[in-house]
């Protein structure tokens, strides 16, 4: 999977009320299925008291994974138009819990359709649409006098990287999935072949 996909950069949010019952959306990035899981975990602990909390989530793993749940309220009212909206919109790598807190009015299966779908958008919509290529990671470790020409190779290269210094040096990489070998034959080079490469 080397193309670019569409996903959110960052949570969104989204609160309303329909006739008594007040529904959240939280959307949220997620790279992996265990993310994913975890998101929906956290959500369900913070809002316990709840009457649903409704979870869904599209992941580009192999094989590409898609999974909704109605937690609870009738079938195909809920997780299903929640998921529906993030194919809709052609986001991946995406995760969404809708939380509701039931008013004492029962809003039918298609009033319930129509108010987590709608969660599921205006979080999305909250959280913003970006265009992403698949990354990877990986660490090099090298004695310092070799760190100095790693990091001006890592900046040059215009790629995302954190550096430790303890007593190696090890730079933590984020780099597009099309260009992390060149570039880590290229460290490799201005290293003599004397940097420690881990892939993640």
């Known amino acids: 999977m080397t193309d670019s996909y569409r996903t959110v950069p960052d949570r969104g949010e989204a609160r309303f009320e329909v006739r008594g019952s007040e529904f959240i959306g939280h959307v949220a990035p997620a790279a992996t299925v265990e993310a994913a899981e975890a998101f929906v975990d956290a959500v369900g602990e913070e809002y316990a008291d709840a009457t649903h909390n409704v979870p869904a989530y599209r992941v580009r793993s192999d094989p590409f994974r898609e999974y909704a749940s109605d937690d609870g309220e009738p079938s195909g009212s809920a997780g299903d138009p929640a998921l529906n909206v993030l194919q ?32 599921v958008k205006e979080g999305v919509d909250d959280a913003g649409v970006v265009e992403e290529v698949p990354h990877e990671r990986f660490t ?44 880590r034959d290229r460290i490799r080079s201005a290293t003599s072949g004397r940097a420690v490469i881990e892939r993640e």
């Open 88 to 119: 809709q919109r052609e986001v991946e790598n995406v995760v969404a819990v809708v939380t509701r807190y039931y008013g004492g009015t029962n809003l039918g299966v298609g009033g319930l359709a129509s108010a987590y779908s709608r969660a």
């Open 140 to 183: 090099v470790t090298v004695a310092y006098d070799d760190s100095g020409s790693v990091r001006s190779l890592l900046e040059s290269a215009g790629v995302e990287f954190e550096a430790d210094y303890e007593a190696e040096v090890v730079f933590e990489v984020r780099v597009p999935t099309a260009d992390g070998s060149a570039l």
